[in-house]
T-cell receptor
Framework: AQSVSQHNHHVILSEAASLELGCNYS??????LFWYVQYPGQHLQLLLK??????LVKGIKGFEAEFIKSKFSFNLRKPSVQWSDTAEYFC????????????FGAGTTVTVRA | DSGVTQTPKHLITATGQRVTLRCSPR?????VYWYQQSLDQGLQFLIQ???????AKGNILERFSAQQFPDLHSELNLSSLELGDSALYFC?????????????FGPGTRLTVL
């Protein structure tokens, strides 16, 4: 069974700072990778996804993520955060075509100070 | 708005009781997934239905059951409720059964067991 590890539990930064959230997974086969965001009091929203092709994936709201297969990683980045990026961020993995469920990391709470 | 609807938004009940959570998928989506989000367990997959049939089962307790109806809406039934069942229950939907498919999440039902 796959597992997902998010390195940071809580990140606090100032507006305009750069953000990088780590995500590592354990699964030997083909994977589909996702980052979801959960704003306070709201549901999970898809930020970006990787299925195949270019390992650098661009998502909504200026976020991007890089899939590094050799490191089993899918780190999320944003060059300059805004106060509105305050949210919880979840990395999720689905283990290829024969697996349907998403396995989520524990989440990283990001607080952006104005 | 993801197009996935869940009712009710909040539910407060007592131990030993039974509740039903309802989910309507996005138009055109055939798959429905149920997830539980709690402070100690994080986001965990419970069960998936595809076009009326159970497709995959995760960490779902025997006290919990689900079904998907011909109009594709789904219900999650939780019985003999315990304090530890207090959580956010999310429903997600996708077009296919898996593969290169994206799950879109509903707003969730917050269950409080007293």
């Amino acid at each position: 069974a796959q597992s997902v590890s998010q390195h940071n539990h809580h990140v606090i930064l100032s507006e305009a700072a750069s953000l990088e959230l780590g995500c590592n997974y354990s699964y030997g086969g083909t994977v589909n990778l996702f980052w979801y965001v959960q704003y306070p009091g709201q549901h999970l929203q898809l930020l970006l996804k990787y299925f195949s092709g270019d390992p650098l994936v661009k998502g909504i709201k200026g976020f991007e993520a890089e899939f590094i297969k050799s490191k089993f990683s899918f780190n999320l980045r944003k060059p300059s955060v805004q106060w509105s990026d305050t949210a919880e961020y979840f990395c999720a993995v689905r283990g290829g075509d024969n697996d349907y469920k998403l396995s989520f990391g524990a989440g990283t709470t990001v607080t952006v100070r104005a | 708005d993801s197009g996935v609807t869940q009712t009710p938004k909040h539910l407060i009940t007592a131990t030993g009781q039974r509740v039903t959570l309802r989910c309507s998928p996005r138009s055109g989506d055939l798959s429905v997934y149920w997830y539980q989000q709690s402070l100690d367990q994080g986001l965990q997959f419970l069960i998936q239905y595809y076009n009326g049939e159970e497709r995959a089962k995760g960490n779902i307790l025997e006290r919990f059951s689900a079904q998907q109806f011909p109009d594709l809406h789904s219900e999650l039934n939780l019985s003999s409720l315990e304090l530890g069942d207090s959580a956010l229950y999310f429903c997600a939907s996708s077009m296919l059964a898996g593969g290169t498919d994206t799950q879109y999440f509903g707003p969730g039902t917050r269950l409080t067991v007293l």
